[in-house]
C-alpha cells in the first residue's frame, strides 16, 4: 500500500539525500478480499506469493506427510520454482485427518531439514566402538560390507542373527514385508516402553489393541492421556476434542499432573499414579446399581455367559443375574474407596459416573502410556476402560470408541510372503508369552546373559540409548564386538545409540524420502503419502526421477531405496528366493523401482483411489502426487455388527452357548439376533469381561477387572522421608522423544526438564524454585533442577523425557541440543556421565547457532532407571520409587551416576516374576504379532534354539 | 465478487480453543525467518490457583494493532505506520533504530531485529494478506482459536463473534484502542494467594498415609503467587483504573458489538 | 515458567546513552536559559559576560547531546531521516528541529556576539526552555512507560535545566553574578520539590506505582535519597547559600550529580516492568 510522504522527504528524495520509496510488484490478490486459507488446489503447481521481505516467488505445492509424530499429518512444501528449494512448509489442507493444520513441530521441520549438523554422507566408524569418531564412506562399499555379511549369516542358517530395531516407524508394512521376505524373525521394536500396556488390555477385553474414539461427535470425552498437547495423536485428535468442547461436550482427564490438556478439562481427577483401576471399576459399578447400563448392547456383545461359566457357574444365566452379580463382584469398589486410594474425593468418582450417564453412548475414551504404561499391572487400567466403554454402548457407537483397525488402511502387495519359520528368543523369550509385543527394553540383558548374539543390527527411528531405560547397559552390549557384530543405523542425524554405530546411514526427513501412512484419526480411514518433495516436483514437471539421492542435500537418501538395492545384493541371482519380492509387478525380472512400488499399490491396494483419481484424470500415483493424502470412507461404525458372508452349500455350526459360528473348524464369526456376524476378534467373539487366555496362561489371579497395586503406589510412597512417585512420562506439545533436537524454533521455547515438585513438598525440603535436587533411582541418581508448582499432586514428582541429550568427549553429533559430556567409572563400580560443556552457542552456517541464549539444555533421566518388566504385558514399568533431596555439594547440574550390577539384579527380580508357559506353545495363537511367523514356529519343542539358554 | 470498501482487519483470540501448543510462534519464526530471540507472537503460560483448585492460562501475545497506535505516533520516520486497512505495518528499509516505539508500546510487543538492527514485530502478515492469504499463525492454529478477518464486514466470522461472545482487550486503559480481542482473555481462574498457614490441602500428599498434616509456613509459595498475579495484572490491564468490567470497554471493539438478532447466540454456534 | 513459555527479553532498550543525552541536553539548554532570564533583571554587563561563558557551554554540550542521540541509534548512519524524512507527531521529529533551530542561534551568537535582553536573546530562551522541555512530550509518547506519563514531565526537565545550567555557569564562570547561587539554590529547591511529588504523589496507574516503588526500593532507594536528594539537592542548597568560591564550585557539582542520577533512575526504572 503506498504511503504518504511528506513534502520535505519528497525533496530529499529528488535531492537524492534519502533513499526513493520502494514500490514493489504484488502479485494479483486472491479471491474476494477475504482471506483464504491456502492457495485454490488449482494453482499448486504454479503458485506466486510474497515472502515476509514483500519479495515475489514462484512456488510449487508438493504435498507430504508429516514424521514428527505418529499422527501422519499432511505437509505441503513450498518448493521454490526458481531456486529448487524447499522454502517453507504448512499443512496439508486436503489432509482428511490434519485438515490443514499443524502442531508446532509441523512448521518446524524446515529446520530439521536445515539442520546445519545434518548427517550428509554414509559414516564408517574409526577407532574402537563408541568413541564417537567417524568417516565418511561411499554407499557401495557400506551396502556391500552388509549384504555380504548378511548373505553369509543366511546360508549358514543364522537368520534370527540379523534384527531389524524400529521404533515409530510410519512405514506401512514395508518392513513386515521384508523380513518375511527374507525369512526370518527380526523384527524388534519400541512397544515394549511405548504402549504394551494399555495394547494389552485392549486386546484382552475387545480384540484389538488400541482404540480409536470419536471424538468429534462425542459427548463426553475422558481421557487418561494429554490428547492436547501430545498423544496418538496430538493435532487430529486436539481439533476435534476442541470442536467437540465448543460443541458442549464435556473433558474428564484423569492425571496426577495439571497437563495442559487437564487445564482444558470440565473435571480434572489428580489420581495417585497406579490407582485409575480402582477408579474407573468403582465408576462401573455406580452405573451398575443406577441400572445406567446399554442393555441391548451388553445382551449382544459383551460375553456375560463366560462370565457366569467361569466365576458363577451356578447362577442362571440370564443377563440380569450378569448385571447383578459384576456389581456384586465389584462390592469393595465403593467410591469412598477409590476416591481414598486415589487421593481425590468421592464426589470426584460419582460426579465422572454421572457424566457417563449423561452422554450414553458417546463416550469417546482414550488411554495410551500414562497410567497404563508407568505402573505394574497398568494394562488393567486399559481394560477397564474398555469395559466401561462397553457396558454404556459407546463401543463402535457414533461418538464413542471403535477399534483402531476400523478407522486404519493395511497395503496389499504384488507377491506374498510366508512369514519366518523360525522363533526369535531375543525378542520373543520364553518367559513373556503374552507380551505386547517385542521384549526390545530387555535386549541387551538377554544379550548379556548369553541367551543369542547379534550378528547385523540395523536401528531406524530408534534411539534406545537414549529413549530406553538403562542406557548405560545398552552402550555395554554395543560396545562389545563379540555381542553384536555388525551395528549399522539409519538416521538423518545423529542420536546417541549411533555414537555406537559401525555404519551410519544418512536417510531422509519427511520431506525427502517416500512412505505410506495411515493412522485412526476419526471416524474414517485414510492414506497418506510421504514422498521426497523434490523428486516428486521433477516428475510431475516430467522430468526423469529414478533415485532419490539426486534430490537429497548430500548423499542423504532414503529406506525404500535403500532397502530395494540391498535386498538385490543379498539375493544377487534370486536362487534364495528373496528378490522375486523386489522384482517388479510391471517389468518381470527388473528391479521394482519405488515408483512402481507405490503405482502397484495405488493401483490394485487402495479401494476407491483409482476411481477417484479417474474423475480427476489422474492416474492414481500421480494422483497421490499432488494430492498427498485419500480418504477410503468415512463414518463407518458398529462394524462388529457387519454380516458374514457364508459360500453357498458349506455348513456351518453354531454352538450353542455363546453362539460361535464355526466353517470346517475355523470359528468365522458369531450368531447374533437371527444373523452370523464377525463380532470382535476375542476367542468369544464378544467383549471378554473375564480373559480365560489369562487364567490358562498362568495368571488366574487377574482374569478378573480388579486394581492390583503399581510397583509406586500410595502403599509404598512416603514424603515425610523423602520417598515419592516418580513420573518420568509426560510430553511437551513442543517436542518429540529424540526427534526434535534439531528443530531450532522448538528447542529455543522448550530446552530443560526441571523437576516439578509440589510447593508443600518442595518446602519439606527446603527446595526452592530453581534449585538442584538429587533424585535417587534403585540403581543411580540424577541432579536436576526443581520446578516448584501447584500443577502436581502432593506425593508425586514428575519430569519430562525430551531433553537432556547428549555427545560424547571429542566425539561427533549435535550440537544444538546436546552438551558435551564425559562418561568414566567412579568408585563402587559406577559410571558417571557428566557435563563439561553445556550445549551451544556454537558456530556454523546458521548465525542462529550462535543465539541460544539458554544454558542448560536438561537432564537425561531415563539413564537411572532400571528395566521393570511387567510379568503379562511385558510393559517397561517406566515410574519410579525415588528419594528425593536437596544435591550435594560434588553434585553438578545434569549429573547421572548408576550402579550398572543393580540394575541386572532389578532386571532379574523382576523377570522372576514372569510365568513361561506351561504348555507346547510360545504365545497364544490368538494374540497379535507384528510379522507373524508360520505356526510351526508357535510350538516350543519345534524349533532348534540355539539363541535358548 | 471483489469488495471496494478497505476492510478493517482485526485479530480474535479465542481462550476456549487455545491449547498452549506454540505452533503460531514456530509458523511466525518460519514465515518470517525470524532469528533466535524474537519472537512477534509468543504464548505465556501461566499457572494459577493452588493444587488442587488450580489451572493453567496460555497467553497468546502480540501487537495488538491497534487502532490508536502509540508506536506509529512516536516513529520519527513512519518507519511503523497504520495502513488503511488497519494493519500496523512496519518498514525496515525506514527504520533509524531508535527504539522509541518498544517504549511506547505498552504491550511490550516490538523487539529489535539483531540482524538488521531495526525494530519488529507482527505485522499481520501484512505481504500475505496483500495477495489474499491469512497469516501463517492462522493457518497453522490446530484449534483455529486464531482468528483474523474484516471487522467492519457483518458477515465476517470475526465480526460474527465479536458480535456474539464477550471479548476483552489487554489494558483498555491505555486508550490504544486494540484489535486484538480475547475470548476469556484473562481467565478468571482462582487467583487466591496460597494459604500461609502451612497446612496441606486434605487429599494433598503431606497426610498420604498417616493422615497427619505437616509442612512449615509457606512464605516463598506466597511470594511465587503474588509475583504471578502482579504479571498477569500488567499485562492485561490496570484493575485500579479499569475495573474488571472495563475490560471490555475499547471503544474500537464496542462499535461492533450491537446485538444482532440474525445470529444464533448458542455458544460455538459460528463454527 | 522459561521452559515451558518464551517471554520478550530486551527491557531497558533506552540505557545510559539516553539519559546521558537527558543530562548534557539540561545543561545545553540551562547555560543559555539562565543568562537569557537573568537578562531580564540584572543589569546587563554582568549577564553579557554570564554568556560570554555560557554560551559556548551550551553549544559544547549541545554537540555532546547529539552525539550521544546519534550513538544510541542502532542505525546510526540514518540519523539524518529523523530530520529528512520526518513523521511530525513524533515528538523525536519535533525535538530534532527544536535542537538544530537552538543550536542554529547558539551558533549565531557564538560568531556574532548578541545583545543581552534583545530579540534573540528571547529567542534563544525560548528555544533553550524547548530544548529542555520537549523530551517530556516525547517521554508523555511512550504510552508503554506509565512513570512517564505525568503532566509534569516538561516542568521537572525545566527546572532541571535551570540546576543543571546554574550549576554548570558556577563551575565555569564562578564570579560573574551573585545571583547565580540564588538561582541554583531556588531550582535545587523547586526540582526536591518535584522529585518528592514524583516519588511519593498517588500514581495514576498500577505500572506507575510500581515503578515508582523500583525507584524507592533496594539499591536504587540510596542513589536516590542519599545521592540525588540528600547530597544532589539538600546539602548542595546548604553548601551554595552558606559557603563561598570553591565550597559553591562543590555544591555546583553536587547539583549536577544529583541531577544525573536521578535522571538515570527515572529513565531506567520503568523499562524494568514486564508488560506481558
Ligand atoms: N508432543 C508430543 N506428542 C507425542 C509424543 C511426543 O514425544 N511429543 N510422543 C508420541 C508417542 S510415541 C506416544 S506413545 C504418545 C503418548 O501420549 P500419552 O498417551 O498422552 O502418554 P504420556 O504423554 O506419556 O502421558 C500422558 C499423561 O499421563 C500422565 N500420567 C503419567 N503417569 C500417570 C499415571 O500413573 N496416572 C495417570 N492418571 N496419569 C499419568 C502424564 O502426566 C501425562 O500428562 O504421544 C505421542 N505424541
Ligand atoms: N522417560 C521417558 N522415556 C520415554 C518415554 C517417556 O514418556 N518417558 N516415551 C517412550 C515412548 S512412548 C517411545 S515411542 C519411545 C520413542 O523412542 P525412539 O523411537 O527411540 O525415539 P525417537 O526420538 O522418536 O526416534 C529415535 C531416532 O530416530 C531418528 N529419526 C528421526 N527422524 C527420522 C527419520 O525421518 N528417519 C529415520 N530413519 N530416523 C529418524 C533420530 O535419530 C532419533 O534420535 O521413547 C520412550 N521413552
Ligand atoms: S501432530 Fe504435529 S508432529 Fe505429529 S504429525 Fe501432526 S504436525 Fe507432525
Ligand atoms: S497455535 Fe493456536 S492453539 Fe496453539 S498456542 Fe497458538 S493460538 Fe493457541
Ligand atoms: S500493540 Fe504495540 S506495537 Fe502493536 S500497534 Fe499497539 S502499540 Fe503498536
Ligand atoms: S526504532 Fe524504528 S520503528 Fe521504532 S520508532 Fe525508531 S524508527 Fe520507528
Ligand atoms: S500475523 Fe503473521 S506476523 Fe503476526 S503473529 Fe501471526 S504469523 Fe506472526
Ligand atoms: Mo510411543
Known sequence: ?949 | MTRHRTPNYGFIIDNRRCIGCHACTVACKTEHGDPIGINKTWVQYIEKGTWPEVTRAFHVMRCNHCANAPCVEICPTASLETRADGIVDFDPGRCIGCKACMQACPYDAITLNPDSGTATKCNYCAHRVDVGREPACVVVCPTEAIITGDLDDPQSRIARLMATEQTMVRRPEKGTEPKLAYIEGHRDAPRTARRATGRAHPLGGTNDRRGRPGGRPRRRARLREARRLGRGALAWGDERRAGRRQWRGARALERHRQPRTDLPLRPGAHL | MRTYDIAQRHAGSWGWKVSGYLFTKSIAAGAFLIPALLSLFDEAAPVERLFRSGVPLALAFLALTGVLLVADLKRPERFLWVLLRPQWKSWLVRGAYIITAYGALLGGWFTFGGTPGGFFSTLGGILAAATAAYSGWLFGQAKGRDLWQSPLVPVHLLCQALVAGSAALLLCAPFELADLANVLAVALALDALLILAEMHGRHASEAAARAQKLMISGQRRWWLYCGSLAIGHFLAIVLVLTGEGPTRAVAACFALIGVLIYEHLWVDAPQRLPLA
Open chain 1, 1 to 949: 500500500m503506498p504511503r504518504h510522504l511528506s513534502k520535505i522527504e519528497k525533496l530529499a528524495a529528488s535531492l537524492g539525500l534519502v533513499p526513493k520509496a520502494r514500490d514493489l510488484p504484488v502479485p494479483e490478490r486472491l479471491g474476494d478480499g477475504r482471506l483464504s486459507h491456502y492457495p485454490p488446489f488449482e494453482k499448486w503447481e504454479n503458485w506466486e506469493e510474497l515472502d515476509a521481505r514483500r519479495l515475489p516467488h514462484r512456488y510449487s505445492l508438493i504435498p507430504t506427510t508429516c514424521f514428527n509424530c505418529e499422527a501422519g499429518c499432511g505437509l505441503l512444501a513450498y518448493v521454490d520454482r526458481d531456486s529448487g528449494e524447499i522454502e517453507k512448509i504448512e499443512g496439508n489442507p486436503l489432509h482428511p485427518g490434519s485438515r490443514g493444520r499443524n502442531c508446532a513441530k509441523g512448521p518446524a521441520t524446515l529446520n530439521q531439514l536445515r539442520d546445519p549438523e545434518r548427517i550428509l554422507t554414509p559414516m564408517k566408524r574409526v577407532g574402537p566402538r563408541g568413541t564417537g569418531k567417524f568417516e565418511p564412506c561411499g554407499w557401495d562399499e557400506a551396502l556391500e560390507a552388509i549384504a555380504n555379511r548378511i548373505r553369509c549369516a543366511f546360508d549358514e542358517g543364522r537368520g534370527e542373527e540379523v534384527m531389524y530395531h524400529v521404533g515409530r516407524p510410519g512405514h506401512e508394512a514395508f518392513m513386515e514385508r521384508l523380513l518375511s521376505a527374507w525369512g526370518i524373525d527380526g523384527h524388534n521394536s519400541h512397544t515394549t516402553v511405548c504402549s504394551a500396556s494399555a495394547r494389552c488390555g485392549y486386546q484382552l477385553a475387545w480384540g484389538y489393541d488400541r482404540p480409536s474414539p470419536d471424538y468429534e461427535n462425542a459427548q463426553l470425552i475422558l481421557l487418561i492421556s494429554s490428547h492436547l498437547e501430545a498423544g496418538h495423536y496430538f493435532n487430529p485428535h486436539a481439533q476435534r476434542i476442541i470442536d467437540a468442547k465448543n460443541r458442549g461436550a464435556r473433558i474428564v482427564v484423569l492425571d496426577p499432573r495439571l497437563s495442559n490438556t487437564a487445564s482444558r478439562a470440565d473435571l480434572w481427577l489428580s489420581t495417585r499414579p497406579g490407582t485409575e483401576a480402582a477408579v474407573l471399576l468403582a465408576t462401573i459399578r455406580v452405573l451398575l446399581l443406577a441400572g445406567a447400563v446399554d442393555r441391548t448392547f451388553v445382551e449382544n456383545w459383551v460375553d456375560w455367559r463366560g462370565y457366569l461359566q467361569s466365576v458363577h457357574c451356578e447362577a442362571s444365566p440370564d443377563l440380569d443375574t450378569f448385571l447383578r452379580l459384576l456389581a456384586e463382584d465389584l462390592a469393595e469398589y465403593t467410591p469412598e474407596y477409590a476416591a481414598q486410594l486415589a487421593g481425590i474425593s468421592p464426589d470426584q468418582v460419582r460426579q465422572l459416573a454421572r457424566e457417563i450417564e449423561r452422554a450414553g453412548p458417546r463416550v469417546a475414551a482414550h488411554v495410551w502410556r500414562a497410567a497404563a504404561s508407568g505402573n505394574e499391572g497398568g494394562w488393567q487400567v486399559a481394560r477397564a476402560m474398555c469395559l466401561l466403554t462397553a457396558l454404556v454402548g459407546a463401543v463402535g457407537a457414533p461418538g464413542g470408541t471403535s477399534p483402531s483397525a476400523w478407522n486404519k488402511f493395511k497395503p496389499e502387495f504384488w507377491t506374498k510372503t510366508e512369514g519366518p519359520k523360525n522363533w526369535n528368543e531375543l525378542i520373543w523369550p520364553k518367559e513373556y508369552p503374552l507380551s505386547f509385543y517385542e521384549m526390545s527394553h530387555i535386549l541387551p540383558h538377554l544379550v548379556l546373559d548369553g541367551r543369542g548374539k547379534i550378528d547385523v543390527y540395523f536401528t531406524r527411528v530408534i534411539n534406545p540409548v537414549w529413549t530406553f531405560p538403562d542406557g548405560f547397559t545398552w552402550m555395554e552390549m554395543l560396545r562389545d564386538e563379540s555381542r553384536v557384530g555388525l551395528y549399522v543405523a539409519l538416521t538423518p542425524t545423529w542420536n546417541e545409540t549411533a555414537y555406537f554405530a559401525d555404519f551410519v546411514l544418512p536417510m531422509g526427513h519427511s520431506a525427502e524420502r517416500h512412505d505410506i501412512q495411515s493412522q485412526e484419526t476419526h471416524a474414517g480411514r485414510w492414506v497418506s503419502f510421504r514422498q521426497p518433495v523434490k523428486r516428486a516436483r521433477a516428475a510431475l514437471a516430467g522430468e526423469e526421477a529414478t533415485d532419490t539421492r539426486s534430490f537429497n542435500p548430500g548423499e542423504v537418501w532414503e529406506e525404500d531405496e535403500f532397502w530395494i538395492d540391498l535386498t538385490w545384493r543379498i539375493d544377487p541371482d534370486g536362487k534364495r528366493g528373496i528378490r522375486r519380492h523386489y522384482e517388479s509387478p510391471y517389468r518381470p525380472g527388473k528391479k521394482v523401482t519405488v515408483d512402481e512400488y507405490y503405482r502397484w499399490i495405488f493401483e490394485n491396494g487402495v479401494p476407491g483411489l483409482p476411481e477417484k483419481a479417474k474423475e480427476a484424470g489422474l492416474e492414481p500415483l500421480e494422483y497421490m502426487r499432488r494430492v498427498g493424502a485419500f480418504e477410503l470412507e468415512r463414518g463407518k461404525y458398529r462394524l462388529h455388527e457387519q454380516k458374514v458372508e457364508i459360500p453357498e452349500g458349506s455348513r456351518v455350526r453354531v454352538e450353542a452357548a455363546g453362539g460361535l459360528v464355526t466353517l470346517d473348524g475355523k470359528v468365522v464369526g458369531v450368531a447374533v439376533d437371527g444373523a452370523i456376524r464377525h463380532g470382535f476378534p476375542t476367542p468369544s467373539r464378544k467383549i471378554e469381561v473375564v480373559s480365560k487366555t489369562l487364567a490358562e496362561w498362568g495368571f488366574p489371579g487377574e482374569a478378573l477387572p480388579r486394581y492390583s497395586p503399581s510397583h509406586v503406589g500410595p502403599e509404598v510412597i512416603d514424603p515425610e522421608k523423602g520417598i515419592y512417585t516418580l513420573v518420568p512420562t509426560f510430553r511437551l506439545p513442543t517436542m518429540i522423544h529424540s526427534r526434535s533436537g534439531n528443530a531450532k524454533h522448538l528447542n529455543e521455547i522448550s530446552h530443560a526438564n526441571p523437576v516439578w515438585m509440589h510447593p508443600d513438598d518442595a518446602d519439606r525440603h527446603s527446595l526452592a524454585d530453581g534449585d538442584l535436587l538429587k533424585v535417587e533411582t534403585s540403581i543411580g541418581h540424577s541432579i536436576n533442577r526443581v520446578r516448584v508448582t501447584d500443577g502436581v499432586r502432593p506425593g508425586v514428582v514428575a519430569c519430562s523425557h525430551h531433553m537432556g541429550r547428549w555427545r560424547l568427549e571429542g566425539g561427533i553429533g549435535s550440537q544444538w541440543s546436546s552438551a558435551t559430556v564425559r562418561i568414566e567409572p567412579i568408585e563402587g563400580g559406577r559410571m558417571r556421565l557428566r557435563i563439561i560443556e553445556p550445549s551451544g552457542p556454537f558456530d556454523s552456517a546458521d548465525p542462529d547457532t550462535r543465539r541460544g541464549w539458554w544454558k542448560e539444555s536438561g537432564v537425561h533421566q531415563n539413564l537411572t532407571f532400571p528395566p521393570q518388566s511387567d510379568p503379562i504385558s511385558g510393559m517397561h514399568c517406566w515410574h519410579q520409587l525415588v528419594r528425593v533431596s536437596p544435591a550435594g555439594p560434588g553434585d553438578q547440574y545434569g549429573d547421572v551416576v548408576v550402579d550398572m550390577e543393580k540394575s541386572r539384579e532389578v532386571h532379574r527380580a523382576w523377570l522372576a516374576k514372569a510365568r513361561p508357559p506351561a504348555g507346547d506353545l510360545r504365545r497364544p495363537e490368538w494374540l497379535p504379532r507384528p510379522l507373524r511367523p508360520q505356526p510351526e514356529a508357535y510350538r516350543i519343542d519345534q524349533q532348534r534354539a540355539p539363541d535358548s539358554p
